[in-house]
T-cell receptor, first 114, second 115 residues
Framework: GENVEQHPSTLSVQEGDSAVIKCTYSDSASNYFPWYKQELGKRPQLIIDIRSNVGEKKDQRIAVTLNKTAKHFSLHITETQPEDSAVYFCAASKGGQAGTALIFGKGTTLSVSS | GAVVSQHPSWVICKSGTSVKIECRSLDFQATTMFWYRQFPKQSLMLMATSNEGSKATYEQGVEKDKFLINHASLTLSTLTVTSAHPEDSSFYIC???????????FGSGTRLTVV
């Protein structure tokens, strides 16, 4: 089955700096790669996603890149703000296929200090 | 947008009792419901996948007789933790999807504490 590795487990940056979180996946059939932000005790919140037919996607300060050959994808947050502090999870799935679950990485705790 | 309502949001039960958690898709038909468990400071771990009208498929290491999943309709799935023990204390969260749709909609989660 799919296995998703995520690094780093913790990341501390100064306000205004950029943050990068990297994930690798094992199943070459995976085609959907979302990123979630989770606050303590709450549901994961989708912040951006990318499909396998796209190499990069950007939404304001957040961008995701995908390298299908290397089977890795990354989250880039620019101009970080204290409210970006949270746990971030990457995930992968064979999206669109019935009954295909999201498999999550272990998470990255991002701390943005002002 | 798609909404999944999960209840209860938190529950405390005595060791040996059973607890039922419900997830309802409010504005769409959930072809598939996924159940995850999340221990403190850990990731979401897939427990089982259930398709409407079919038996759930459990991940390796998850006891199917302990975690009973029912997905009798396209809008309701339930997870029953039977004979709960303190080690079952965790955050349980459901996620719904529909065939052909890339998106996943998460419930708000249930914090289970077994004392």
């Amino acid at each position: 089955g799919e296995n998703v590795e995520q690094h780093p487990s913790t990341l501390s940056v100064q306000e205004g700096d950029s943050a990068v979180i990297k994930c690798t996946y094992s199943d070459s059939a995976s085609n959907y790669f979302p990123w979630y932000k989770q606050e303590l005790g709450k549901r994961p919140q989708l912040i951006i996603d990318i499909r396998s037919n796209v190499g990069e996607k950007k939404d304001q300060r957040i961008a995701v890149t995908l390298n299908k050959t290397a089977k890795h994808f990354s989250l880039h947050i620019t101009e970080t703000q204290p409210e970006d502090s949270a746990v971030y999870f990457c995930a992968a799935s064979k999206g669109g296929q019935a009954g295909t679950a999201l498999i999550f990485g272990k998470g990255t705790t991002l701390s943005v200090s002002s | 947008g798609a909404v999944v309502s999960q209840h209860p949001s938190w529950v405390i039960c005595k060791s040996g009792t059973s607890v039922k958690i419900e997830c309802r898709s409010l504005d769409f038909q959930a072809t598939t419901m996924f159940w995850y468990r999340q221990f403190p400071k850990q990731s979401l771990m897939l427990m089982a996948t259930s398709n409407e009208g079919s038996k759930a498929t459990y991940e390796q290491g998850v006891e199917k007789d302990k975690f009973l999943i029912n997905h009798a309709s396209l809008t309701l799935s339930t997870l029953t933790v039977t004979s709960a023990h303190p080690e079952d204390s965790s955050f349980y969260i459901c996620s719904a999807s529909k065939t052909g749709d890339l998106g996943y909609t998460f419930g708000s989660g249930t914090r289970l504490t077994v004392v």
